[in-house]
């Protein structure tokens, strides 16, 4: 006991007295204050987008009315040649160009298919599909009221037009995230990403310089203190950062995510362990690990989803906790999570563990032997 | 150079600087007096890219898996679903029996996406009421969301501009007439520098001129953790600067090839060099000149090996997330902004969304261009502040700049400092 006690002080006060390590943990915070600031807002407003009407009637001034009170929108004065408008668009101070030709009103009203022109910069997929999207919108709108008036001319009755014209409507139900915002789906996973790849580091200052004469229990006791680092930082980073910058608290109880954040956590620690077992302490293992982890986000399907990535690299991915913890966020966020919402991910992170304990018992016990052989020989 | 290192030259410092630093790299045939630096040389400037370009090759996310529940049955039911399945962003891979039992699935990860058409659907359709298709997710990926809504929104629109073309025909339009006026405005959808909104081509190449960055910093900061840990000479000496500018040079050919393994190879061969390769690649050797002084004066204060990974690997993401360049600048706090202002990876990242997906020339990106020179000024003038002070302080002390005669590598020491 008294070895653990001693591994776990020692390791707080290396952690304490380490000036790379103050400076790595302020480094955290800032990131994952970075990544919850940068997503504050969610959604995609005010994009600058340039109408140009050239039908000048009421109608197409409606359109430009309609654009410009989107949301996703902000009409800005349009360049006065096409070759401004080409700058500007390359330069990004425009998102999209909106063009009503002249006739527009004239050939809508004559029954001929009238045309309005979007070029939007597509370069940013966001902010370009945001501002398609809202353009589109409109425009529907505006031809449906153009559809409605023409059928209620033909007899169909005002309670009705709406329906003839337009007979199927779509909606949305975004279960857990209903303004689609980009809050909830990046900052949470950004900043757990940071916690990861700190959770590594410090695995690591426990594992470097490796200490063949260290005991069990002091080893552990400092893999204790890193543990214990972690999730006050994990709990920090859950109910303060991201709830106190972008609002995003967990639905599911804080025991219940303290208690998942502790399990994430120590399957980082052994994968660290056990990578560095593997690699016969030696430095080639923590560059490993550093490239496994900084890999990791991208590897998780948070952002890039885990169906479009190739095969080997989702079982190099499957190996990493911080994988399994990325479908635990996705359910503990939003709303309750049952025990049977989160089995899956818990069960991989288990198996994870279990792994990475055989992996550091095998390697132990083979050193044992080399030992051994060493010493008969 | 003299035998008291006394009268050596800057140049002297510079050519010691280049020597050790290529037998530190080189030296070493046990795994104790490996110093590790090659292997950071060779797997950032191959590894990364490779796995980066290997992870996004698919470029765009189609196929989503979709469940879909029709509880109507109809013809018009029947006929939506094919139409729905028809579409390539849409993949369906169940039809749950019920509304409860999809959205179960979908809390499973078992899809992304449950289409249900209502038992009602055909009825009020006909009845002159309007039949709703909803369209459900956990909202959980908003990326694949922005894939899949707007197909099925498509089909629906599809469907509604058949339905309506089929009520005006009934109300005595010639059916051409019928057509247009179900569909009155058409929308001329120019999608420009991008026109396949790919996933892979937005992202990757902004995250491979974080990985040249990460290369030409981390490098040289881990070799000067490495001499420090031996006892070699970083900083120390007659002409300190010149000496960690020869550490630089040996890094050079690895940072040169590492680039044009970037620039000429993986960008055109993924189809993310955009107009110009070679301004690309440019634009990606003119970032990594920027990074030079910071490198350099990262090197100068790193203690360790392991510090120069804790510290840098944590400026990567942040400095792509806030760059501007996947979440608009103009969506960001004004802190958030200014603070990016400093670090040459947000000029350069912008400057490589212009260049690589737009206008193909570094001159249409001369203000940034002058942010990262400018920056590139400032940094030099911290590293040779950082550098030379030491200097300013002791050179009367300095050690000679001459190898030990046994030129034999240190190993490094594997217990830890209490």
């Known amino acids: 006991m008294s070895a653990f006690r001693h591994g776990f002080l020692g390791q707080l006060r290396q952690l304490g007295r380490s000036r790379p390590n103050q400076l790595m943990l302020l480094l955290f915070l800032g990131a994952a204050v970075l990544a919850a600031a940068t997503y504050r807002r969610g959604v995609l407003r005010d994009l600058p987008v340039a109408i140009l009407d050239e039908d000048g009637t009421a109608l197409s001034r409606t359109v430009v009315r309609d654009l410009d009170a989107t949301p996703e929108l902000s009409q800005v004065a349009p360049p006065a040649t096409l070759a401004a408008a080409e700058a500007a668009l390359v330069r990004g101070d425009l998102c999209a160009v909106v063009l009503i030709p002249d006739g527009f009103t004239a050939a809508l009203k004559r029954g001929r298919r009238a045309e309005v022109l979007v070029a939007a910069d597509l370069s940013n997929i966001l902010s370009g599909k945001t501002a398609q999207r809202a353009v589109a919108r409109v425009l529907a709108t505006v031809a449906a009221g153009a559809q409605v008036s023409l059928v209620e001319k033909l007899g169909t009755p005002p309670s009705q037009a709406l329906a003839r014209v337009v007979p199927i409507s779509t909606t949305e139900s975004l279960l857990d995230n209903p303004a689609t915002s980009f809050a909830p789906y990046a900052a949470p996973a950004f900043a757990y990403y940071f916690l990861h790849v700190l959770a590594l580091f410090l695995a690591w200052t426990v594992l470097w310089p490796a200490a063949p004469q260290r005991s069990l229990a002091e080893t552990l006791g400092r893999f204790a203190a890193v543990l214990a680092v972690a999730l006050a930082l994990g709990l920090f980073t859950t109910y303060g950062l991201l709830g106190g910058i972008t609002g995003l608290v967990p639905a599911t109880p804080a025991v219940v995510v303290a208690g998942l954040l502790l399990a994430f956590l120590a399957a980082d620690l052994l994968f660290a362990w056990a990578v560095c077992a593997a690699f016969r302490n030696g430095l080639l293992g923590f560059q490993v690990t550093v490239l496994l982890g900084m890999l990791s986000l991208m590897m998780s399907g948070l952002t890039w989803p885990w169906d479009a990535i190739p095969a080997p690299i989702r079982a190099v991915a499957s190996a990493v906790p911080f994988i399994p913890f990325g479908r635990v966020l996705r359910r503990i966020l939003p709303g309750p999570a049952s025990l049977s919402d989160l089995a899956g991910p818990l069960g991989w992170l288990a198996l994870q563990a279990a792994v990475a304990l055989a992996v550091i018992a095998a390697a132990a016990f083979l050193e044992r032997l080399a030992a051994r052989a060493g010493r008969t020989a | ?418």
Not at chain 2, 349 to 357: E, H, K
Request: zero cysteines; hydrophobic letters at 50%; proline letters at 7%.
């Open chain 2, 1 to 418: 150079m003299t035998g008291d290192g006394s009268t050596a030259t800057w140049l002297d410092s510079f050519r010691a600087g280049l020597r050790e630093e290529w037998q530190l790299v080189f030296g070493g045939h046990s795994r104790q007096a490996r110093s590790g630096v090659l292997t950071v040389l060779l797997a950032i400037p191959l590894l990364y890219p490779a796995v980066v370009a290997y992870l996004y090759h698919a470029e765009d996310a189609r196929e989503r898996p979709a469940l879909l529940v029709d509880l109507d049955g109809s013809a018009l039911s029947r006929r939506l679903t094919l139409a729905l399945e028809a579409t390539p962003e849409l993949r369906l891979v169940g039809r749950p029996s019920s509304v409860g039992e999809g959205v179960q699935a979908l809390r499973k990860d078992e899809a992304e996406v449950l289409l249900v058409i209502p038992a009602d659907f055909t009825r009020h359709v006909k009845r002159g009421e309007r039949g709703q298709l909803a369209v459900w997710t956990t909202g959980g990926n908003v990326y694949t969301w922005g894939i899949a809504f707007p197909a099925v929104a498509s089909v629906a629109a599809t469907f509604n501009a058949e339905l309506a073309a089929r009520a005006f025909a009934q109300k005595g339009l010639p059916p051409e007439a019928a057509r247009s006026r179900a569909a009155p405005i058409a929308t001329g959808d120019r999608r420009l520098f991008h026109p396949t909104g790919a996933y892979g081509r937005y992202t990757a190449a902004g995250v491979l001129l974080i990985v040249i960055q990460q290369l030409i910093v981390v490098s040289l900061a881990f070799s000067a953790g490495v001499r420090r840990e031996r006892g070699m000479t970083v900083t120390e000496g007659v002409h300190p600067f010149g000496h960690v500018v020869g550490m630089a040079a040996a890094h050079a050919p690895s940072w040169l090839a590492g680039l044009a393994f970037v620039g000429l190879a993986v960008f055109p061969w993924m189809g993310w060099a955009g107009p110009s390769a070679l301004a690309t690649t440019a634009l990606l050797a003119l970032f990594g000149l920027a990074i030079v002084p910071i490198s350099v004066a990262v090197a100068s204060v790193v203690p360790d090996r392991m510090s120069a990974f804790q510290v840098l690997m944590f400026f990567s993401a942040p400095l792509f997330l806030a760059s501007g360049f996947t979440w608009p600048a103009s969506q960001m706090p004004d802190a958030v902004r200014w603070a990016m202002v400093p670090f040459p990876a947000t000029p350069a990242l912008r400057a490589l969304r212009i260049v690589s997906m737009k206008s193909g020339e570094l001159g249409a990106v001369l203000p940034e261009l002058r942010w990262l020179a400018t920056q590139a000024l400032v940094y030099a003038a911290l590293a040779a502040l950082i550098v030379l002070r030491p200097w300013r302080r002791g050179s009367a002390a300095a050690p000679s700049l001459r190898l030990p005669a046994a030129a034999a590598i240190p190993a490094v020491r594997t217990e830890a400092t209490p």
